[in-house]
Structure formats: C-alpha cells, structure tokens
C-alpha cells in the first residue's frame, strides 16, 4: 500500500512570514511529486511539480526533495491570507505514463494578517 | 472549454438510487482519472482511462461503481444504489504529455451527497 503522510495542521503563521510544509512517502521507487493547493470547495490546483532530489524555486515557492529520506517539503515565503487553503501532497510512481497519483491527506493552512 | 468540465456540479441522491456523473476532458488530452474525496481527506484514486481503454479499476470501490469512456473523450462515472458512505467530492482530471512529463489537470468536482 502506497501511502503519503502530512500533518493535518491547521499551520498558522502570520503574514510575512515563512510556512514550511512536510510529507513523507512510502515507495522507495517514486518518481515524481507534486505540491497541489486547495481552496475550500474547489479543486486542487498545481503549484509546484519536483523531479530530482534538491530545491526547485518558483516565485515565493520553495520545493525541496530528498529521495534517500523520502520527504519532500514546500516553503512558502512571505506569505500572504490569500495562500490560506489546503496543501496536497502528490506522489507518482513514474514520470509519464499510467500510474495514478497518490495523495496525502493535505495540510491546512492558515496565514493570520 | 479550456478546461475539464464536470457535471452535474451538486448532486443530492435518495440511497438506493442510481446517479451518472459526467466528465470532459481539456480537448487533445488522452489520459482521464477519476478520483473520489470524502471530506477532510485527500483524493483517492479510482480508476484511469487511455483513450478508450480502462487501464487501471483497481481504485472502485465496490462493484456498484462502474466507469466508461466509450469514444475516448467524455466520460461517465456510473454508481448504482448510492450508500451514504459514497457522499464525496468525485474529481475528474485529464493530462497531457510535454516532453517526457505528464501534467494533470482537475475539474472543479462533482459533490454528491447520499441521504
């Protein structure tokens, strides 16, 4: 059984500063993994894809992965109330093809003005 | 449209009835899951379409779940006499492929609700 963790939170922090993000994985032989943000009532929506171990930035986001510990993490700086919403943890099997993501239960977060 | 299109977006069933969700995917893109989100949870994958063809069922729950996607583009997701413990968020995403990656993208959801 594949399984992503993350802790449910609620994470608050205040506006400005940094929120960091945690999931671990069970498949040793995952490929991909992906950050998703979820507003409440609505679908997830990508906001960071990471293929190799190591950080990718994007703007005021931050993915980070380490394949030999099986963690990926995201830092979001100088957050905004507009990044309150869930985050998803995805991870697939392979880069392309037909395996389906699996997800974490997500973490909520909560940015205090 | 420009992006995967759900429907119906709410849907209220008696248990014991039968509903027919309904997904169409961004125009071109080959590949179509579904997944299932009970509330407070993430998505749990139920099934994956290529063009036509099921390649992956082994997310459905039960056999009163049944996915079809008979022209490989719009497809529907079948659940026969509803149980309460069906009420959930059930998402349809489609991907494309750009290089060796594939992205996937999610509609909006169709929320059903079993009483």
């Known amino acids: 059984q594949k399984e992503v963790e993350q802790n449910s939170g609620p994470l608050s922090v205040p506006e400005g500063a940094i929120a960091s993000l945690n999931c671990t994985y069970s498949?040793?032989?995952?490929?991909?993994f992906f950050w998703y943000r979820q507003y409440s009532g609505k679908s997830p929506e990508l906001i960071m894809s990471?293929?190799?171990?190591g950080d990718k930035e994007d703007g005021r986001f931050t993915a980070q992965l380490n394949k030999a510990s099986q963690y990926v993490s995201l830092l979001i700086r100088d957050s905004q109330p507009s990044d309150s919403a869930t985050y998803l943890c995805?991870?697939?099997?392979?880069?392309?093809?037909?395996?389906?993501?699996?997800f974490g239960k997500g973490t909520r977060l909560s940015v205090i003005a | 449209g420009a992006g995967v299109s759900q429907s119906p977006r709410y849907k209220v069933a008696k248990r014991g009835q039968d509903v027919a969700l309904r997904c169409d995917p961004i125009?071109?893109?080959?590949?179509l899951f579904w997944y299932q989100q009970a509330l407070g949870q993430g998505p749990e994958f139920l099934t994956y379409?290529?063009?036509?063809?099921?390649?992956?069922k082994s997310g459905l729950p039960s056999d009163r779940f049944f996915a079809e996607r008979p022209e490989g583009s719009v497809s529907t997701l079948k659940i026969q006499r509803t149980q309460q413990e069906d009420s959930a968020v059930y998402l349809c995403?489609?991907?494309?492929?750009?290089?060796?990656?594939?992205?996937?993208?999610f509609g909006e959801g169709s929320w059903l609700t079993v009483v």
């Open positions: 498949d040793r032989g995952s490929q991909s």
């Open positions: 125009s071109g893109h080959v590949s």
């Open positions: 995403a489609s991907s494309f492929r750009q290089g060796a990656i594939d992205t996937i993208y």
């Open positions: 995805a991870v697939k099997g392979t880069v392309s093809g037909n395996t389906p993501l699996v």
């Open positions: 990471i293929y190799s171990n």
């Open positions: 379409f290529q063009n036509e063809a099921q390649l992956d």
